[in-house]
């Protein structure tokens, strides 16, 4: 088993540079001044202040919010069942259903995303339904497939 815990050394450097690197950048534009130089840096709270003062930013930030959160309910409501069910399928009925979840996730998130848009560009639906609708198809497979793994050996 020790020879293969030198194969985690790749993963780390990946999310360290494309998680972490990421993260740490957001933090310091949050705290620094616009237009600084890379040797420079002016920190200040002035992107808070702006933030918490400006009437805009609370309220988009409220509405992000409240998307992720009834996305996220409503993944809850539709993945726990879904899962359940196929787990209690027989095995090689539960490779076919994990198979069909699983098979929209191979097209790149952006092409089914504008495929949705174009689906529901001819539906009366509000823009902000046709946001849940699209957030809801794209997350839902991440939901159904982590919870039927659960009790599995």
């Known amino acids: 088993m020790k020879s293969f815990s030198k194969m985690v050394y ?28 890379v ?7 002035d992107n808070f202040i702006r933030f918490f003062s400006d009437p805009v930013f609370p309220g988009v930030l409220w509405r992000s919010l409240k998307l992720a959160v009834i996305t996220t309910l409503i993944c809850i409501a539709v993945g726990y069942p879904t899962a359940y069910v ?7 009925s539960q490779a076919v259903a994990v198979l069909l979840i699983t098979l929209p996730m191979w097209i790149n998130m952006l092409v089914r995303t504008y495929a ?34 659960h009790g599995r050996p």
């Open 10 to 37: 790749p993963y780390v450097i990946w999310a360290a540079i494309m998680i972490v690197l990421p993260m740490f950048m957001i933090v310091l534009y949050a705290f620094t001044v616009k237009g600084n130089s």
């Open 39 to 45: 040797l420079t840096f002016q920190f200040t709270f």
């Open 86 to 92: 196929m787990a209690k399928l027989k095995p090689n």
């Open 116 to 149: 949705w848009r174009g689906i529901l560009s001819y539906i009366g639906m509000s823009g902000e339904a046709k946001v849940y609708v699209g957030m809801i198809y794209n997350f839902l497979p991440f939901m159904i497939r982590s919870q039927s793994d």
